[in-house]
């Protein structure tokens, strides 16, 4: 990602936080609100179908009196059923942007970029088909406008198209197969979304409690505030002058008037080659981590905290007296070294030389970090120490401080005990700075950090270190943030 992307992405999640608690910062939730959405087209689905007359004769009335039903409950079951599946492709679609900005496509994330990419298409289709089951002149606009589109396909579906034109052409059997394809596509992307979470850990499909029950609840406000009424009947005979469409679903009919049907399919076609190509874009070399067996136990806490499922448990192979062993998949690490934060073995006051730890990164050993504090306590009387994360540190914060700064990878590299070790080696405090809270770039280095500190998991910080004198910044790459920290650590 680069810094002005990064900027911009941090500038606007900050804007967030002014409003919204870090846990609930809808910009960094935009996955889990689409899923949330996506949900909620199913649900009130559910009931639109039970009381909807799928026939072309009773289609348009019964949008008109789900919108006049006295009781509500069609008026907010056809209002949820539209502002979700708006807000579905919008948050998506934010998703998707932010992701790529971020260069979230890339090796260990290469599965989840791909599955993620192939629900745009379906999660189009079953929209811009609900819009056709209303039958109104939006619904025949976009159906003639979709002909059209597919009458210009190079996979000769002209033959196909042709059943979407003419004063007879929507036929009971034609509206059947428009609602097959608007149940059946859905359900196929929810296997599709299923498999989008295959390969991560800890997934959070939902977003938080009170970020769900706000967006629930504005959905269900507009749905009965503006409901969600259809235009007149759809009349091939007669053409409005203008016809006021949904640009979440629509736009392409636009784009295919400024670029002819044709065009729209070559514009289509390489915009989504562009996106299933990405992960070929080769990105910084990755050094996996590595297991060594001789301090193994086979505690399994490396494979609890990977973000990404890249450890696995297996069945002893050296012959000590442990059932099991971890086993790291190279093609799924992302030399995050949060596994290494986790091993109970990654303790610096351990006499052996070179500290060797179960599991850690070849490129940044545990030994090294042990290292690194002692040189900095070395150099400088009474530090402040502090374990920067490469993706947010700024070195520009450590202007005028007496810091001895530790890098790594993740903030969750940092083995509970390194922190006890630099303060009973002479820090004066332990500031561990890391990604915006809850935007790690590694998904869960900031909540197992704060979990580890407070001692809610293992390893945990022993409660006879002095909180007082450890720190946890989530300022990601804002300086000043950082520096207003050093500054109060420093002179307390």
């Known amino acids: 990602m680069s810094a002005s992307a990064k900027g911009w992405d941090e500038a606007i999640g900050a804007a967030f936080d002014r409003v919204f608690p870090p846990r609930a910062n809808p910009w960094r939730n935009l996955g889990p609100l689409a899923f949330l959405f996506f949900v909620a087209c199913l649900a009130s689905g559910i009931y639109l179908y039970a009381v909807f007359d799928t026939s072309v004769e009773g289609a348009y009335r019964s949008g008109r009196a789900l919108t006049e039903d006295p009781h509500l409950a069609g008026r907010l079951a056809r209002g949820v059923h539209r502002y979700a599946a708006d807000a579905f492709a919008l948050t998506t679609a934010l998703h998707l942007a932010r992701e790529m900005a971020r260069g979230h496509f890339r090796a260990w994330r290469a599965w989840s970029w791909l599955s993620g990419v192939a629900l745009v298409p379906l999660a189009w289709i079953a929209g811009i088909t609900g819009f056709w089951l209303a ?77 769900a029950a706000g967006s629930l609840a504005s959905l269900a406000a507009l749905a009965l505030l503006w409901p969600a009424a259809s235009l007149g009947p759809a009349d091939p005979f007669s053409t409005p002058a203008t016809i006021a469409i949904d640009w979440f679903y629509m736009f392409p009919h636009a784009l295919a008037e400024a670029f002819t049907p044709s065009g729209l399919w070559l514009a289509a076609a390489c915009a989504m080659a562009l996106l299933l190509a990405l992960p070929l874009l080769r990105g910084p070399d990755v050094r996996a981590a590595v297991v060594d067996l001789a301090q193994c136990n086979g505690c399994a806490r490396c494979a609890a905290d990977c973000p990404f499922g890249a450890v696995v448990m297996a069945p002893r192979s050296d012959g000590r007296p442990h059932e099991r062993e971890a086993r790291v998949l190279p093609s799924l690490c992302a030399a995050c070294g949060i596994c290494a934060g986790a091993c109970p073995s990654s303790t610096p006051f351990r006499r052996m030389a070179p500290l060797v730890s179960g599991i850690e990164l070849p490129a940044l050993a545990v030994d090294s970090l042990r290292a690194s504090v002692d040189a900095g306590l070395r150099r400088i009387d009474r530090p402040v120490v502090l374990f920067a994360c490469a993706p947010a540190a700024n070195d520009a914060a450590l202007d005028g401080h007496r810091v001895a700064r530790v890098a790594v990878e993740c903030a969750a590299m940092v083995p509970p005990s390194l922190v006890e070790y630099a303060l009973r080696r002479g820090a004066r405090a332990v500031v561990v700075a890391g990604c915006r809270e809850d935007d790690c770039e590694y998904r869960l280095g900031d909540r197992w950090t704060i979990e580890r500190v407070r001692g809610l998991r293992a390893p945990r910080l022993r409660t006879a270190v002095p909180r007082d004198r450890v720190r946890l910044a989530w300022c990601g790459r804002d300086a000043r943030a950082l520096e207003r920290i050093l500054e109060e650590v420093s002179h307390a």
């Open 135 to 211: 039958w109104d002149a939006r619904a025949l606009f976009s159906a003639v406008a979709s002909a059209e589109w597919l009458a210009a396909a190079p996979w000769r579906l002209d033959a196909f198209a042709r059943d979407f034109v003419g004063g007879e052409a929507m036929t009971d059997r034609f509206f059947s197969l428009v609602v097959f394809v608007h149940i059946g596509v859905p359900l196929a992307a929810l296997a599709l979304a299923w498999a989008h979470f295959l390969r991560l850990s800890h997934v959070r499909a939902w977003p938080p409690a009170p970020l």
